[in-house]
């Protein structure tokens, strides 16, 4: 019974803790609610389990748009703050800050070394100009070197070995 | 000494089985079962004791690696030693100095080992100046003209770390080695009297993965044990390749009729390919291989560089066997005269 009570009070708590992440979901709703931020939030079709902060993110989310951002003084200011971050996380990857590496933001960080090294791709920072023909020619003259000095230790241990 | 003592045990040896055979019915089990213990310890005493000597790399057998380095210390006089050059390529162990006698801006030393072979530098004496532009760099695979071996797709580490800088790490990391048979080096010197020298040794590899071919001809059975991972076998000659055997998934598995035709989306197969460069995801597939076989199979390829790379899930173990031979100039232009297509010839 007591094991019961417990395994439910778990999953209730799961189920209905309060999560401090964004999520990216576009929602139709989040763009009318800009003009009347207090008032908007009830009467928007959102889902049921959600926070003020994580409302505020969906709006950031919303495509390609930049609606201002309400700086509500009921909200607490690291809702706030994370919101901005985010924002400008977006900007960041859509490319339209110069200079990334100003930001210094762990999660900035991360996506921006991940994209700089993919954009750095491929090409080596040092090669040779060589010719196939080239390199054959200097491969069978390091194969000939390599069965000559088989040849001379194999000699050298017989010498050894064979007295 | 040794035989008289083993005549002896012999002869006890003998008796007590002929008394032990008169007095089976008369003597407990117990007792038996000792005196079976007593006569084949004797025999035992007379066993020859070998020294097994373990050199394959294995996960569990790391240590062994450390070892197999150490026990192939061979007095100093056997060590073979020659200059290096600016241009160079290095197929043997030992040990190689470059000592500049002018300025050098541009230099690459290329090592080569057997496929089953990894190449192990060592940094013996390094005298150069690292802050007046001087650098040594050790790169794992091969670099030509832009192109890299074994390409960023087949490669465990990143382009960045593939290069080792001396001047940045030497003195920490004095032994640097490669995930392949082929290495090489770049090198600027720019003060005369400045140098540095280096030991080359190879190490074994038993599943070797990606590898360039020493000799235009020869033959190769790679094996890929269930990893994921995708393994060329670089030959930089035209050559004509016969495929002996392909062993793709389980033994049991026949080939099921493919929805697609082709092999688009298969996870194991194995691809023959033809380009100019090294690097083998710039090259062009002449033909993909899916299916499980046995008998020759054969193409001839008439570029510069001809690669069998074979693409493994890591759900089964594949296992392809192949032979290739040069192509000669006869053949050559009778493939060129027969392609329309510009980028390679093939048949």
């Not at chain 1, 009467?43 to 003020?52: E, M």
């Not at chain 2, 600016?86 to 090592?111: I, K, S, W, Y």
Request: include cysteine.
């Amino acid at each position: 019974m007591k094991l019961a009570f417990l395994v439910f009070s778990i999953i209730l708590l799961v189920a209905f803790l309060p999560r401090y992440e964004c999520r990216a979901i576009e929602t139709p709703g989040a763009v009318q609610a800009a003009s009347a931020p207090q008032s908007g939030l009830q009467k928007q079709s959102l889902p049921i389990l959600l926070r003020l902060g994580e409302e505020f993110f969906f709006r950031l989310g919303n495509a390609n748009q930049n609606p201002p951002v309400f700086m509500s003084p009921d909200r607490s200011s690291t809702t706030v703050k994370r919101a901005l971050q985010l924002q400008l996380t977006q900007r960041l990857l859509q490319g339209k800050v110069g200079n990334i590496r100003r930001f210094v933001s762990s999660y900035a960080d991360q996506l921006d070394d991940s994209m700089e090294r993919g954009k750095r791709g491929d090409d080596p920072p040092i090669s040779l100009d060589l010719t196939f023909h080239l390199l054959r020619e200097v491969l069978e003259m390091a194969r000939a070197e390599q069965l000559a000095q088989q040849a001379h230790s194999n000699r050298k241990m017989m010498d050894i070995f064979g007295k | 000494m040794q035989s008289a003592f083993y005549k002896r045990g012999v002869l006890v040896t003998v008796s007590l089985l002929s008394s032990v055979y008169r007095w089976r019915s008369a003597m407990s089990v117990t007792f038996r079962v000792q005196l079976y213990f007593f006569l084949l310890s004797l025999s035992a005493l007379k066993g020859h004791s070998r020294y097994l000597e373990e050199n394959e790399i294995t996960p569990e057998g790391l240590f062994s690696l450390l070892n197999s380095e150490l026990k192939r210390e061979l007095p100093e006089d056997f060590i073979y030693r020659r200059p290096l050059r600016c241009l160079d390529m290095v197929a043997t162990e030992g040990q190689f100095t470059f000592t500049a006698d002018r300025p050098h801006l541009n230099c690459a030393a290329f090592f080569i080992g057997e496929p089953n072979e990894i190449i192990s530098i060592e940094y013996n004496n390094v005298n150069i100046d690292c802050d007046g532009g001087d650098f040594i760099k050790v790169f794992d695979g091969w670099v030509m003209k832009g192109q890299k071996f074994p390409s960023s797709q087949d490669h465990p580490l990143p382009l960045y770390e593939r290069y080792v800088d001396f001047c940045e790490t030497g003195s920490v990391r004095r032994v640097v080695r490669s995930s392949q048979n082929v290495a090489m080096i770049f090198f600027r010197i720019q003060n005369a009297r400045s140098g540095f020298s280096i030991t080359v040794r190879k190490l074994i590899n038993p599943y070797p993965c990606n590898i360039i071919s020493q000799t235009p001809e020869g033959s190769f059975t790679m094996v890929i044990p269930q990893q994921h991972k995708n393994c060329s076998f670089s030959i930089i000659y035209p050559v004509e390749i016969q495929i002996a055997e392909l062993s793709l998934g389980h033994f049991k598995d026949f080939p099921v009729k493919r929805a697609v035709p082709g092999c688009a989306g298969a996870g194991d197969f194995v691809e023959l390919l033809g380009g100019n460069g090294v690097d083998t995801s710039k090259m062009f597939p002449v033909a993909d291989l899916c299916y499980s076989f046995s008998g020759p199979a054969q193409m001839k390829i008439g570029c510069e560089n001809t690669v069998v790379r074979m693409v493994s899930s890591g759900k089964f173990v594949n296992r392809v066997a192949f032979q290739y031979r040069l192509l000669d100039r006869n053949e050559l232009q009778k493939i060129k005269g027969n392609n329309v297509e510009d980028f390679c010839f093939t048949e």
